[in-house]
C-alpha cells in the first residue's frame, strides 16, 4: 500500500496532490477507510479532509481536497458553476481523424449504469489531438461539465474509448511486442506490459484559492508507465 502521496501545494485551506494508480479516493464495498486516499491523507495530516471531486481508482493525476468547511464550500461552488478547469491527457484506441472537436452528449447516470441518453445531464467534453500513432491517439481533454465517466464514454461513443478501458473498451494491457517488429522474450523472462490501467491522465487543474480569491494552476506529470508507453509508441508505431 502507498504510505506516502505526493504533494503539489498546500496551505491552510486545501491540499492538492498527485493521484497515484490503484487507489480509490473514498471507500466503497471493497475497501475500507484507511486503505483511500482520503485515509491516507488524513493520516499524514492528522487532520479531516473534506472531498471536492473525485477521480477513477486508476486514473492518475491533480486532486484538490479541503481543509476546513469554508474553503470546501468555496471549491464546491467553484465546480458547480464550473469555474474549475480541469485538463487530462487520454490514450485513444484508433486513429481519430479530427483534429479537434467538442463532444456534447448528454448522459444518464442511474446508480452504477451510466449511458450517454437524451434524458441525461448536459455533459460537454473539448478535445485536441496531440499526436497520432498507428493504432492509437494521443489527445488532451477538456471536461467543461463534470459527469462521471465523462471523457471515457465520450470518446467511446465517437467509436476511440480509452486504450484501456475494461467498461468501455479493452482491458488488454499494451505489451512492447505488439509495437517492435521481431521482438523476443528474453529466456526464462516474462514480457511485462508497458501499461495495464486506464490511460488517462488528470494533468492540470485551475481554480480560485479560497484564502486569496487569487487563481491558480497545478500540474502533475504523467506517470512513469504513461511516459514509457508513449516513448515506445514514438519509436515504434508511427
Not at 113 to 127: P, R
Not at 136 to 149: N, Q, S
Request: glycine letters at 6%; aromatic letters at 8%; hydrophobic letters at 35%.
Amino acid at each position: 500500500m502507498i504510505q506516502n502521496i505526493e504533494t503539489i501545494y498546500q496551505d491552510d485551506d486545501i491540499i492538492v496532490v498527485s493521484k497515484p494508480s490503484g487507489i480509490t479516493v473514498i471507500p466503497d464495498q471493497y475497501t475500507n477507510q484507511s486503505k483511500t486516499l482520503v485515509g491516507i491523507l488524513e493520516s499524514q495530516l492528522s487532520q479531516k479532509i473534506w472531498i471536492v471531486h473525485r477521480i477513477d481508482k486508476d486514473t492518475t493525476g491533480v486532486l484538490v481536497f479541503a481543509k476546513n468547511a469554508e474553503s470546501h464550500r468555496s471549491i464546491s461552488m467553484q465546480f458547480e458553476n464550473c469555474q474549475v478547469y480541469k485538463k487530462y491527457i487520454a490514450l485513444l484506441s484508433g486513429v481519430l481523424e479530427e483534429k479537434e472537436g467538442t463532444i456534447n452528449k448528454p448522459i444518464l447516470i442511474s446508480g452504477r449504469n451510466i449511458s450517454i441518453d437524451i434524458t441525461g445531464k448536459e455533459s460537454i467534453t473539448n478535445f485536441k489531438v496531440l499526436e497520432r500513432f498507428k493504432s492509437y491517439t494521443l489527445v488532451e481533454a477538456v471536461p467543461l461539465t463534470g459527469r462521471r465517466h465523462q471523457i471515457r464514454i465520450h470518446f467511446w461513443s465517437l467509436g476511440h474509448p480509452l486504450a484501456i478501458d475494461a467498461e468501455y473498451g479493452l482491458s488488454d494491457p499494451i505489451m512492447l511486442s505488439a509495437l517492435k517488429r521481431n521482438y523476443k522474450v528474453k529466456k526464462y523472462k516474462t514480457e511485462k506490459p508497458l501499461i495495464s490501467r486506464l490511460t488517462l491522465h488528470a494533468q492540470s487543474l485551475t481554480l480560485i484559492l479560497p484564502s486569496s480569491g487569487i487563481g491558480k494552476t497545478f500540474e502533475s506529470n504523467l506517470p512513469k508507465d504513461f511516459e514509457l508507453v508513449l516513448k515506445q509508441l514514438k519509436k515504434y508505431a508511427r
